[in-house]
DNA sequence: CGCCGCGTTGAGCCACGTCAACATAGGTGG
DNA sequence: CCACCTATGTTGACGTGGCTCAACGCGGCG
C-alpha cells in the first residue's frame, strides 16, 4: 500500500514530479489530501468517495483517462484513488502549462464515457458483468496481447456490485470456459479470448 | 415525445438558439445526430448508449451539468438524451465563445460527481435506491420546496437497475411512510420529507 | 365505445447473497 | 528450514430479495 516515485524528487515540488508507477493494490492519493491531476498511462484506476459513512467505489479510471482534475480548481482531490491494476501515472496540465480548450474538452468526452461503462458493469447478470470487466480491461492493455492483470476480488466486487464470491465463480466460469487463460495464479497476468461481437 | 422549442427559430441555425424547454418524457436529441452542447437550467435528462444490440442507461445529468459537449470535438452527439423530468436547456460554450478552462475544468469536476451519483444509485437494497433518486432529484430542485417531478417507472428503473415492478413498490412504499407526499396523480409534484442525515 | 400505455399488486421462483469451511501464498519469528 | 499467522481466494449449502409472469385499474385518445 506505499506508492513508490520514479524519481527520487520530493514529493511536494509539483512541477518536477514525473513518472509514478504504483503496484496492485497500491494507495494513490487520499480524499482531502493536496495534489495534482494525473494521467494513466497504464493500469487501472478504483476511485472511491469517501463519506462520514464509508467509502464506496466512485468510478473507474483506464489508460488516457485524467483523475485528480478537480484539485485545479480547489486544490485537493474529491475521491480516494487506488490501483487495482499495475499502474503509471504522469501529471496532467500542471498550473504553468495552459489550459488547451481542446484536451479538456476531450478529457471530458473520455470521462462521460467511461462512466458509461462504469454503469454498465453493474447491469446483467453477474457473469456478464465480471465477462464485461475482464474485457473493459483487456481493450485498454497497452500491448496488443490482451493481457490483463486481474484486481483483487474486493476490487472486482465493488465494481459490478456483486459480492466477492460470486465474482470468484464468475471468474472459475470464465476459465473453464477458456475465455480467460491463466498464465500465472494470484494476481497474475490473464489473456482473454477474442470478444464475441460486443458492441 | 417531441421536442419544443422555447423560440421560433430554424433548428439548424446554431448561434440563435436560445431556451429550450422539454415537456417529460421527451426526446432531446438523437446519438450521432448533429447539434451544440447545452446546459440543463431545470430538470432531469437521462443519457443513454445506443448500441446495434439496443440502447442503454449510460448517464443523469441535471441543473447545471452539461451535455452534449463532445458535439464541439465531433460535431455529432456520442448517446441520446431524453427529458425525465420538465426540462430547460440552454445552450453551452457555443464554438465562437472563448473555451474558458476553468469553466470547463468545473463541468468536468461536475460530470465526476455526477458520475458517482449515478454508480451509486445502483447500490444497496432496491428502497434505497429509489429512495436515493428521489432524494438527488429534490437535492437539484430549483425551487427550494423540494418538489420534484415523479420520473416515469420505466425511467427510473433502467436508472437503478430494477423493474417497473420493484420501483412501483418501493414508490408506493415511500408514499405509505410520508417520505414521500403526493400532491397530484401520474408524473405529479410530489414533496419529499427532511433528508435523514444522508452524508 | 374499445384500445393502448402506464402504473399497481399478487404469487411463485431463482440468481445471488449469506454463512461456513477450507486452500493457498506470503510474511515473520524461531 | 519449519511453525504459525494472516490475507486472499475457492467452493458448497441454504435462504431471500427482487425478477417473472399475470391480472387488473385507470386515464387518454381515436
Given at each position: 500500500m ?21 503496484p496492485i493494490g497500491g ?55 487506488s490501483a ?68 483483487e ?47
Amino acid at each position: 500500500m506505499q506508492t513508490t516515485l520514479a524519481t527520487p524528487a520530493p514529493v511536494n515540488t509539483l512541477p518536477t514530479m514525473q513518472l509514478r508507477k504504483i503496484p496492485i493494490g497500491g494507495h494513490i492519493y487520499a480524499a482531502g489530501s493536496e495534489g495534482i491531476a494525473w494521467r494513466v498511462r497504464r493500469g487501472a484506476v478504483r476511485l472511491d468517495r469517501v463519506t462520514p459513512a464509508g467509502s464506496h467505489y466512485a468510478g473507474l479510471a483506464l489508460r488516457g483517462d485524467v483523475i485528480g482534475a478537480e484539485t485545479l480548481l480547489y486544490g485537493k482531490y474529491s475521491f480516494a484513488a487506488s490501483a487495482i491494476g499495475d499502474c503509471e501515472l504522469e501529471p496532467w496540465l500542471t498550473a504553468d502549462k495552459a489550459l488547451s480548450g481542446e484536451s479538456l474538452l476531450k478529457t471530458l468526452a473520455a470521462a462521460e464515457r467511461r462512466a458509461a461503462d462504469a454503469l454498465a458493469l453493474r447491469a446483467g447478470e453477474a457473469f456478464e458483468r465480471v465477462r464485461g470487466l475482464c474485457l473493459l480491461l483487456a481493450r485498454y492493455c497497452d500491448d496488443g496481447r490482451r493481457e490483463i492483470t486481474i484486481p483483487e476480488l474486493r476490487d472486482m466486487a465493488a465494481i459490478t456490485n456483486l459480492t466477492e464470491e460470486t465474482v470468484s465463480r464468475a471468474m472459475s466460469r470464465l476459465r473453464r470456459l477458456g475465455i480467460l487463460q491463466r498464465q500465472d495464479r494470484r494476481h497474475g497476468l490473464m489473456l482473454v479470448a477474442a470478444e464475441p461481437a460486443v458492441a
